[in-house]
Each structure stands twice: as C-alpha cells, then as structure tokens.
C-alpha cells in the first residue's frame, strides 16, 4: 500500500505505562504460558483506564447503600435482562464518575457533559509495509505536526509528490482522451496549432484550450488528454465544424475542444456542457461622427422650442418691469419708444452684464432675481452643451435596423464555415448578399469599403467574435441590437459520456471565480478607451422639459407682481377712476385709466427725493388774467354729473371773445394732484 494515510489513538509514552505493561505481560504469561509475546493493545488501556475511574467514583460516592432492586416483570419474560436488579447507589455513582479526574495510562481522563473526552490521533502515513508518523489530531487544535506546535504537516503521496492527487482517472484503462481541435486560418486567438517542421510536433493554444486546461484542473480527478488537430496531412483543414463534431459521433474523437457552437442540430449527435462564453449572434455597423460643425451650430444647443419660450419669456420679463417702474423711475419715461426700448434692453442685457438702469420698486427687485436664476441656469447650460459640440464626438451608428438592411439590398458578411448563414436566410437576405471573411482583418477592410465599393454594410457573427473584434477597432465599429440567441461555445462529448455533468460543474465554478475573467483579459482586453456601442441615440440639444419648471417659477413670480401691483394702483387712484357721469361710455373709461396709467406717480418717495416736489421753486407758469364776467371750462377727462358729458360755465357779458386753450406744462406743476388736470382742456371765451 502506497500513500494512504491512517489514524491511530494517540498513547503517550509514560513511566507508568512501561511500568504496567511489564506487570501486565508478566502476569499474563503466568495464566497463559502456551502464548508468546502477547501485547497489550488500546482497548487494554481503555478497560484498566475505565475500571480504575469506577473504583475512584465508588470511594468517592460510599458505599453505605450497595443495595439492589428488583424490577417488576412478567414471569414470561423471553429475557434474562429483565431479572436484572437496579443499583440503589446508582445515581450516586453516576454523579461521582462525572466528576472523576485523573491521568491514566493513556492520557487525561475526564468527563465533558457526561462524555469522556477524546484523546489526540495519531496520524500515519502508510509507504510500503511500514508507517511514517506524519502528525496528529487534537480537538483543539486540529491538525498539526506535533502537540506542542500548530504547524501544519506534510504528507507523502506515491510517487513521492506532497500534492494532493486527483484520485481515480478517466479512462479507466489508462488510455489519454482524444480531443478533436478546429483548424483555420482566421480567429486563432480562440484555436491555434502550430507545427515544428524539425520535430512534426504540434502545439495547440488559444483561448479555448485555455479554459478546457483550467476546467480540467479544477476536476476532482486526473484527466489525461492529448489535442489532435481535424486536419489533412497537408495542413488543412479536414471539413466544417460540422464534420468536426460529427467525428466523435462516429467515435474518431473522445471529445472536441475550440470555438463551437451549441445548436440544436449539433446537439443530436453530441452531449454539450455548460457554455463558457457569451451567448447570442449580433450585428456590427461602421459609426460615424454626426457632428456637423457649420455656422449655424451655436443654435443646436437649444431646441426650437426652449429658444421660442425663452424669446418670448424675455418680451414678457421687459413688460412686466416697464408696468412695474414707468411710473416712479424715470429710467424707464420718455417717448413711447425709448421706454420700449429700455424695457426690453434691461431684460435681455441680463445674460451679458449688469444693467445701467436701477429698479426701484420691490416687486420689480423681485421679478429680476427669479429672472436672473433662470437666466443663469439657461446660460450656463448653453454653455455646456455648446461645448460639448464643439469638442465631443458625436459617434453614430450607420445601420440600427436589420430591416433597412434588407430593404435597401445591401451586402452583409458572415464567417466563412459558421452556422450563422442559416439565420440571415431565414431572416430574408438574399444568398447573393451575403459576404463571406475569414480573419479579422478581411472582415476590417470589408466594412472599410462599404456596400457600395464591394464590402459590406454590416457583419454578423457571434458575440465572441465580435467582442475579439471589437478589441482591435472598438474606435471604427459598434455592435447593434438585436442580438440573436445561441447557447455559446461549449465542449463536445459523446453521447451519455459521465465527463458532461462534472466539466460543466468545473466551467459553472470557473465562469463565477476570477479565473475566467484573467483569461479574457488575456485575449481581449480592457477595452477601456473604447466608444459606448449602446444603440440608444440621443440629443444634445436641451428641450424645454429640462427647464419648464424654471419658466413656471419665473412667470407666476411676474403674474403676481403685476396683480399686486394693479390691485394697489386701482385702491390708491380710485378717486380720480370714479366717472362722474355714470353714463360715460366704457371706451372713454379704458381711455381715461391708461391716461392715469402712463403719468408719473408724483407721490412716490423717489420724485421728491430728486426734487420734483414744491420744495424746488416751481410753480404753474401764469396763464393770463381772464376775464372776470366771462370764462368757459369744458373737461373731457372728468365729466360731470350733468345730461351732458361736458360741464360748461357761460358768460352772458355782449363783449365774449372765442375761446382759448390753455396749454400746461406738466413738468411744471408743484401740486401733486395737477398733472392729472394736465390734459383738460380750458377754454376762455370774451364776450
């Protein structure tokens, strides 16, 4: 026997023990004089161990009642048992023995619980007919080399190896499995054999032996392999994948290791384990960069509909503060179109610099800190995605839809050999449009050209490849949606082969650790400074729903100022609003409110603060003495209450002279109630 580890119960060596195996064998050769060279065995030790703990535990309990009781039982009983009487120093003795401590010929002796503590194990190395003593087992501290140490030992296993070995091996009959590996000459990334033309011999790697080597590994057996290429002798290849797996069909291979594909009909013939790549068929287009610099991109930022609201929103914020300050700033007074033009330069000159007219009404200082947060916000964002513009790529897919391929009758490619020829047929691609590529370079230079100029306007193959692919051009090309289902590359086995269930167990455990992701790395790299291949396209213009909030904000904040401001100018001018003549027209009405709308409110602190008031000096300029016996004064802005709308005062005097109007400057008034009267009309008639 070779390399089999056993235990042993460990007996330490003691004076004591020497001493009673002495005594002991003595005494047996006396009783036993036929026998020779007997030894005392562990059980031995046990029972003269067990009996000296009961001697100790019946001196420690008495023995004042050693007593027996006996059982009540049939008289038919069918055993003897049942005559057995009851010990009536039993519970005391029971309670003596678990406390009983001593050291005995094999060690510590001792009850845990009622239970009798183990001692430690010795462990053996079997080699030949002999044993080497490798280390021990304490419960404690569990495996270790010697007691007093926690270090762990080393076994011995046959063929002097201290790695612990697989076990039984498949096949049984120690033959190697013949493993079937693909032979191309493109994608050898996944599948490579190399020849040595001095030696004949043949050398597989890539990314699939890779991962079978590691899968193997990581079984709890030993599996001997060796890869035969599936070629001629010539070097190349001997058929398809197809035929390739249809080899260990017929039973030329054990198994088929490469880049093959679980597919249905495949899986007639053959037993696939778990996949261990990704799975599906997808499509790569060429992308392009959408992003047209001409003169007019300072207007993409923005869509048509943000650039209409914020236009609009400007005139309104002009508005509003005109309504809020013509009438105490004088900033905003004047002729009709300076006024306008104020309004308006003060809420567009916002987003540029600080405006040289000041605010004066606290709803008006209300109005422009909202407005100036959404200007802002707007501004900033312009900027940003101005920026973006104008430094970013805009990279695009040329195709997004197998459809429009077929539609427009464009060439696409496929892998020379791969199932995936079926799939573009089934999807309605005429057979004369389809390209094939051997390499991932033909497939490169194929797109390169495009449809037109004897490429191809989009390849399809399977996401492995695409993904080795992409590795290499991730800057030129993106993989599109949708993807089609396959199960991915697998191993091939025979038919009911006992190898199927634990490989897949091994790739299941391999494919969640980080074994297969060091091995991906491998081939196709990080892909780090590669473009996002998503199909999603989306602007970079900003719409309105990215601001409509700020725009709320803004307009009822105005909305609100210009009802405050109302509902205060209708309370504090409702005497001069009242008509006189209940039967005035509402046309006159609207006329006479706008008249007061558009005069100066020579009451407000900021007219008597630049002297506008009586304080100045200046008073209504003379007018003339007119004549006492005669004057008409007709009003067109206050009518009376009479029949008619005018109020007429009339001189009867022969010498009347034709009326006069009188004209009042209204920059001259003192009085802050004679602005109003400004636009009466007074005539002076002489008769």
Known sequence: MQGALGVKPYVPRTKDLETFRIRWKRKFQQDNPDIVDAELNIFGLWAYDAATALALAVEKAGTANLG??????????????????????????????????????????????????????????????????????????????????????????????????KGWEIPTNGKKLRIGVPVKDGFTEFVKVKRDPSSSTKTVTGYSIDVFDSVVKALPYALPSEFIPFAKPDGEPA?????????????????????????????????????????GVSMIVPIVDTNSKNAWVFLRPLTWDLWVTSFCFFIFIGFVIWVLEHRINEDFRGPASHQAGTSFWFSFSIMVFAQRETVVSNLSRVVVIIWCFVVLILTQSYTASLTSLLTV?????????????????????????????????????????????????????????????????????????????????????????????????????????PLVSDVSRAVLNMTEGDKMKEIENALFGKQSNCPDSSTSVTSNSLSLKSFWGLFLIAGVASLLALIIFMVMFVYKERKMLRPLNSRISIRRKVRNFFRIFIQRDLKSHTFRKSGLNDSNGTSLPSMGA??????SVQTSYFPGDGDQSSTEFVDSSPDRQTSQEVVINIDQLTNPNQERLAAFEVEHDHN
């Open 68 to 165: 027996f009781q006996k059982a009540n039982v049939s008289s038919n009983s069918s055993t003897d048992l049942a005559t057995l009487a009851v010990s009536l120093n039993g519970p005391n003795l029971v309670q003596a023995l678990s406390k009983i401590t001593f050291k005995g010929l094999t060690g510590d002796y001792l009850f845990d619980n009622g239970q009798l503590q183990s001692s430690a194990f010795q462990i053996i190395n079997v080699n030949g007919n002999g044993g080497r003593e490798i280390g021990f087992w304490t419960s404690t501290k569990g495996i270790v080399k010697t007691l007093n140490s926690t270090n762990n030992m080393t076994v011995i296993w046959p063929g002097e190896i201290t790695s612990v070995p």
């Open 239 to 279: 058929g398809t994948y197809n035929d390739l797996i249809y080899q260990v069909y017929l039973k030329n291979f054990d198994a088929v290791v490469g880049d093959t594909t679980i597919v249905f009909n495949r899986s007639q013939y053959v037993d696939f384990t778990l996949p261990y790549t990704e799975s």
């Open 393 to 497: 790529q805009q990279l695009r897919p040329t195709v997004t839809d197998v459809h429009e391929l077929i539609k427009k009758g464009e060439y696409v490619g496929y892998q020379e050999g791969s199932f995936v020829k079926g799939i573009l047929l089934d999807l309605g691609f005429n057979e004369s449009k389809l390209i094939v590529y051997n390499t991932t370079e033909q497939w490169d230079d194929l797109l390169s050209k495009g449809s037109g100029n004897g490429g191809i306007a989009a390849a399809f193959d399977e996401v492995p490849y695409m993904r080795l692919f992409l590795s290499k051009y991730c800057s030129k090309y993106a993989m599109i949606d949708p993807t089609f289902k396959t199960d991915g590359f697998g191993f091939a086995f025979p038919k009911g082969s």
């Open 626 to 631: 007119p004549s006492p016996s005669a004057y």
